[in-house]
């Protein structure tokens, strides 16, 4: 019998999540372009940051999720939204009311993909599931 061989961790060690709805009227394609924005604009230029997604809940929410390489520089990346202005239009989508925010370290991981955790995530982009 062969032992179990362990699987790779994820490259990534902080988590932040906010839980949001969209205004009325808004739509995912606005909110998918507003994201790529901040993406293209703020994320991929700064230390520390593995990636970003956004994910539809099924119930009328999403969750913004923004990977880094320890949960103080996902707070210092999400601390960077507010006046950056590659963040307005995607904030200005948000449900200021609906907004709730979390930073989480990670303790265990485990990838069963061979592809890097930036090509599962859309590299400097996002995936909207």
Not at 40 to 66: K, N
Not at 88 to 107: I, K, M, N, R, W
Request: glycine letters at 10%; aromatic letters at 6%; charged letters at 15%.
């Amino acid at each position: 019998m062969n032992p179990v061989q362990p699987l790779p961790p994820l490259p990534f060690a902080g988590v932040e999540w906010s839980r949001f709805r969209l205004r009325p009227g808004v739509t995912e394609a606005q909110l998918m372009s507003a994201a790529q924005k901040v993406v293209d604009g703020l994320l991929r230029h700064q230390p520390g940051f593995q990636g970003h997604a956004v994910l539809r809940d099924g119930e009328g929410g999403y969750i913004d999720l923004l990977l880094a390489d320890s949960e103080a520089r996902a707070q210092a990346l999400c601390g960077m939204w507010v006046s950056h202005p590659a963040c307005a239009d995607y904030l200005a989508l948000l449900e200021p009311d609906s907004v709730q925010l979390g930073f989480h370290s990670s303790l265990c991981s485990a990838s069963a993909l061979p592809l890097r955790a930036e090509l599962i995530l859309g590299g400097a982009g996002e995936v909207l599931a």
